[in-house]
């Protein structure tokens, strides 16, 4: 692809930190990336590995490291991963007060040098640090958005291909809601080429695959023992940052505001949504089923309780 002559932050160089802006390069989604860690030295390190390898990948955007926050300033969009990851027995609820901290400072960051810029957050608990950042910066809702439906489709996708012994490359999967155990997969919007998964495999089969996609990040985490996913977020998160920059009007899944869509008023969580220059430019509403409405109904009370959390930890 051309290069973009865009500015993009990536906030945080942990592993989803740095893969995100190795992607974001090598897809040339913009002439300066700026990568942004607390820890000296690392950002800078990494930048200078990422500029050594353009001359073999072919790509021309250029990376500086940093941890400096005044050099992100003039970002045209920011990938905000800084933060504590999960480890082994721990909730996504449980990141809640030390990286709640980490949006408040990022937040004043982004408002001072980069007023207009549009926000992908990525740090956990997603649903609740999103709706944190947008309180914060006073943005409209459009710039501040959640990755967390393309992740976790993304992991429902690959469950149902594995399942149905079919390409992972034809599926097309659709999750709802929070990015946590109350999420909501979607198996009747699911198809493979087109094909209803329910054509495709039992009903028990089906909810099998739906349950290992709500537990897809501890899954990982179990296994690493330290650290949790970072291929996958960082993937999801350059996929809608490259529909943002390029304009592509990719219709994801997304952490959003909702203003009275799916019955709900005020509140974060994972929605499809058209992507494009101005953010979040529509979402679109999926006809739910009694089931579903009740599981959505579920993942937004979670949220809410974690929302009324934060307001008694004096962060909202």
Avoid at 1 to 13: C, D, E, H, R
Avoid at 130 to 144: A, D, E, I, T
Avoid at 259 to 266: D, L, M
Avoid at 277 to 296: F, K, N, Y
Wanted: proline share 4%.
């Amino acid at each position: 692809m051309p290069l973009s002559q865009n500015k993009i932050t990536v906030v945080g160089a942990g592993y989803v930190g740095m893969t995100t802006a190795a992607k974001c390069a090598e897809r040339n989604l913009a002439s300066e990336i700026c990568l942004i860690d607390v820890m000296p030295g690392r950002a800078a390190g990494l930048a200078l590995d990422l500029n050594q390898a353009a001359a073999i990948e072919g790509y021309g955007s250029v990376v500086f490291g940093s941890e400096d926050p005044g050099h992100t300033e003039g970002s045209d969009l920011f990938i905000v991963t800084a933060g504590k990851p999960r480890t082994p027995g721990m909730s996504r609820s449980d990141l809640l007060e030390v990286n709640g901290r980490v949006m408040e400072s990022v937040a004043e960051t982004i408002r001072r040098g980069s007023p207009d810029a549009i926000v992908i957050v990525v740090t956990n608990p997603l649903d609740i640090m999103v709706s944190l950042m947008r309180s914060k910066l006073g943005f409209p809702s459009k710039r501040v958005v959640g990755m967390a439906g393309v992740l976790d489709s993304a992991r429902f996708s690959w469950f149902i291909a594995e399942g149905t012994g079919t390409s992972v490359l034809d599926v097309d999967a659709m999750v709802l809601g929070a990015h946590g155990d109350s999420m909501v997969p979607m198996p009747e919007a699911c198809t493979v080429n087109g094909i209803q998964l329910a054509n495709l495999a039992d009903r028990a089969s089906i909810e099998a695959m739906a349950d290992r996609t709500r537990h897809g990040g501890a899954e990982i985490v179990n296994l690493l023992k330290t650290g949790s996913a970072f291929y996958a977020p960082a993937a999801a998160s350059v996929a809608m940052a490259a529909s943002i920059l390029r304009d592509e009007k990719r219709l994801l899944p997304c952490s959003c505001l909702l203003n009275g869509q799916y019955g709900f008023e005020g509140v974060y969580t994972g929605v499809p949504a058209v992507l494009g220059a101005q953010g979040v430019e529509r979402i679109v509403e999926l006809p739910l089923d009694t089931e579903s409405r009740i599981q959505m109904q579920k993942t937004v009370g979670a949220i809410e309780k974690d929302i009324d959390a934060l307001r008694d930890l004096g962060l909202l």
